[in-house]
Every structure is written in structure tokens, then in C-alpha cells.
């Protein structure tokens, strides 16, 4: 394929952090062509194209931004961007959750692959579509579930699958994204009626229960305590869920924009699977924000949320200085863009290696992690009706290379 032309939908805040950064790089070392970035608004391209980190990291590099100058919100701009794109690129889909459909869908098809922030949709039957309509068209859909390439998620992944781990009994994984989110433009979408703090950040972890064991959701209950964003606009900001798995192991999940701003990290978030093997107890714990580092600093940095004491975490996305002109990505945020991408482009040459993908799960598609979607379906039914259980439909999970053992005595270590 020669180098892939990319255009991301959407310029928040996922796109500055994680995404364009990570574009750059790899199209630094030439391996992709023109970068876009399609907004509804003007000032959101004109902002992004300004923001000091990204200059400083890659000088000399800009992306094209739409919509070209000021005027009213254009929010169909972006068909009209994939539609100038030549068939088989790549679209980037980093809108808020509930358009992901709409435009992964616009993106398929105009014959483009597509990279799509988590979740992927909001009701299985979209993920379903979607999946329709990219295996018609012989196209990778890759849902970015970053913590995926997080090595701890890989390597307890391959030791659980080898057994070493018994089965999965009872756990608990929790993510609190710090309270000033709130004032962020998360307080106009991530609203009662659309999303809840579980929908949006829940879902990791879900997901990578099943990345590691492999085993299969089958009900959720959600209870959200609604709150008010400053703007006055109602949303769960506080959630406790209960995912049972297809073995009748059980995982408490707690959400929330309220992780107190004057705390070190980012956040706090982190996952302990309670396991049982033969006549042995086992344990997979992960402290995912606090990764060893303490740093003091003489001031206080003047940035949203970063403390004078703080606890940064190395592995998910920072910039390091090699040497020579601007600053090198390191981290799972961006290995996992990397990966995707550089997937795509040894699709377009080895078109056999679509179903592969689908069942090494590693990158997740729809035809192999849309379980995520019946559980946030599932999840939203459950949080709108007081936290009642909801079952969540079985679909065969898709053969993959590496099967979990069947129960706790066919494990060893
Ligand atoms: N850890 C993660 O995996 C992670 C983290 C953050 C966000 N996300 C996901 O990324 C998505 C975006 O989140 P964010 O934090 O960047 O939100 P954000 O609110 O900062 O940005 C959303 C962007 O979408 C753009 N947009 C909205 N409607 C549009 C339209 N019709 N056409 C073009 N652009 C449009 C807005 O202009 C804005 O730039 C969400 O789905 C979120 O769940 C994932």
C-alpha cells in the first residue's frame, strides 16, 4: 500500500493526547501520507493546530484542518471529507460515543478502513452492521482498546491462557477520571439520556477481563448515581456495575468523574482478579495509575489536574527526547495506534490476513470483541431501570488461537 492517507473525525481531547501525536510519528517515519482532521468547528481544528506540546514534539509537521475557516458548526462536514478521500484509507473516528456509528458507517461506505475510539457503538445491532458491512467490503474496523497493549494486559493474557492463573472466581476493577473532566465538553455529551460514567470508561475494563481470560459476559446490572455537570446538564458521574461471566464469576466495576483533582496521578484506576486453581487460591492484581514513579516538583505545573506531588504514569502515553529535533511518543496509547495502522497497511497487501485478525483478538473487531456492545446495551438498560439485571444474549464467541482452559482442573501453572 503506498503511504495511507488518514483523517481523523473529531479534534477533543483524545485526539491532542493520543491520536495526532501518534499520526505524526508514524507518518515522521514515513509510513503514512497526508494527515486531516475534521471538526465541527473551526476554532476546534484552529486550537488543536496551535497546542503547544504538539508543535514542540513535531516541528515542521501540520495536518490539513477542516473546516478551513470560521462560520457556523458543520457537523456533516466529515462525509464530505471521507468522500474526497481515494478509496482504502484509513478514517479515524474520535467523535463523541454516540456518533461513533454514524460515522464509522459513512466511513464504510466510501470503501475506507476505520480506527474508532472504544466503545464502538452503543447497541450491538450497530456493532453487527458494522461488522456486515466491513467483512462485505473486505475492510479492518480496529475498536483502539489501548489498555490492551499495555504489556501487564499482554502478559497476564498469556499466563492466564496457560493456566497458570486457575479460573477466574471474583474480582473488582475500578477507573475514576479526576473531577475537573467535568468541566470539560464531556458536560454537552456524556449526558443521562446518551452515556453514563460506566459506558464510557467501564467498558476497559470489561473488555480486558475478557482479553485475559477469554471468558464471556452474560449479565450486567448498572446502578449510576446521576450528579450535575457545572453546565446544569444531569449524567450518571458515579457508577457501580456487576458483570457475571459465563462461568459464574463475578466482576464489580466503579466509575466516576470524581477522583479528587488535588490527588497525585491522573486518575485512579486498577483491576485484582480473585482466582482459583486446584485446591490453590490465585491472584492477578494490577495498580494501573500508580506505576512506582513519585515526583515533587519546586512549583505547582499549571495544567488541569497535575499536582505538585504527583504519581505520572510512564507507560500509557508520554514524549521523550532521543536526541535531535522534537520529542518521540512512547507508550501503550501509542503502540496501539501503531499497531492498528501498520495492520491496515499489511492488509491491503495480504488481504487473507483480515480473518486472522479476527481470531488472534488482538486487535479488537467487531467480530471478535462485540460483547462489549451487548454489555453496554445491556448496561444502559440496567442503569435506566434502578440497576435491575439484564441478561445479555449469547453469541457464539469467535474461534480463537488461543482458547482459555475449559475449568479449573484442566489449569496448570
Ligand atoms: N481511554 C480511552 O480510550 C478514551 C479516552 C478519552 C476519550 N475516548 C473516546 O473518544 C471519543 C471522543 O472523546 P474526547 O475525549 O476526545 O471528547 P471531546 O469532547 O474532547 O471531543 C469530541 C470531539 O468530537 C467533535 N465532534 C462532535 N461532533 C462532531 C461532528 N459531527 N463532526 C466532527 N467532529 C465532531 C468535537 O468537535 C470534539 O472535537 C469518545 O467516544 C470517548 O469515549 C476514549
Known sequence: MPRPQVLIVGGGMITHDQLLPSLYHIQRQGRIGQIAVCASRFSTVRDLARAALLLRAFPGQSFRALPERDGPPQPDLYREAIAALPPRQIVVVAVPDQLHYEVVMAALNRDQHVLCVKPLALEYGHAAAIEREARARRLLVAVEYHKRFDDRSLMARRKYRAGAFGEFRLGAARLFEKWYYRHSNFQNWMTAEHSDAFTYIGCHYVDLVHFITGLMPVSVSVYGVRDRFPNGNEGFLWTDARVVWSNGACLNVQNGLGFPDDAPGT????????????????????????????????????????????????????????GGEGLTPVGYGYRSVEYILSSIIR???????????DRAGIIATPCNSS?????????????????????????????????PPATASEARP
Open 267 to 322: 486518575n485512579t484506576q486498577g483491576l485484582v482478579l480473585y482466582c482459583g486453581g486446584e485446591d490453590k487460591g490465585a491472584l492477578l492484581e494490577h495498580s494501573d495509575q500508580y506505576r512506582g514513579l513519585k515526583y515533587s516538583y519546586t512549583c505547582q505545573p499549571d495544567a488541569p489536574g497535575v499536582t505538585i506531588y504527583a504519581e505520572p504514569s510512564p507507560d500509557y502515553f508520554q514524549y521523550v527526547d532521543f
Open 347 to 357: 492488509l491491503e497487501s495480504r488481504p487473507e490476513l483480515l480473518d486472522e485478525f
Open 371 to 403: 460483547y462489549n456492545e451487548r454489555v453496554i446495551e445491556a448496561g444502559r438498560q440496567s442503569i435506566l431501570n434502578g440497576g435491575a439485571p439484564v441478561e445479555i444474549p449469547q453469541a457464539q464467541p469467535p474461534a480463537t488461537n488461543h482458547q
